[in-house]
């Protein structure tokens, strides 16, 4: 099994922006889809965004729609998620996984980076 390793992680205050790296590691990627979720304490996980690594095709919750940003880069097995705009209801710990073909769901998952969005 490869790795994910997320960074870029931080405080900022309301209406600043951040953006997450996703680096997967141990060779030549293999995935059919990436993803950014979230959880904060207290509430079930939720998905932010998607995206199909051959196509980039992309996918992205209400909330953030129009806010964040998926995007790739597939030579560095690397993927993004620039946030912009962001509000205190963001705050959560932010986790990438990718969905390996073959895979019937997400079955690898990085540590997880935290976002404070202070009012």
Known sequence: QGQ?????????????????????????????????????PGKEREIVARMRWANGETYYQDSVKDRFTISRNRAMNTVYLQMNS???????????????????DYNLWGQGTQVTVSS
């Open 86 to 104: 962001l509000k205190p209801e963001d705050t959560a710990v932010y986790y990438c996984a990718a969905q390996q073909v073959g895979a019937r």
């Open 4 to 40: 994910l390793t997320e960074s870029g992680g931080g405080a900022v205050q309301a209406g600043g922006s951040l953006r997450l790296s996703c680096a997967a590691s141990g060779g030549t990627f293999t995935g059919y889809a990436m993803g950014w979720f979230r959880q904060a």
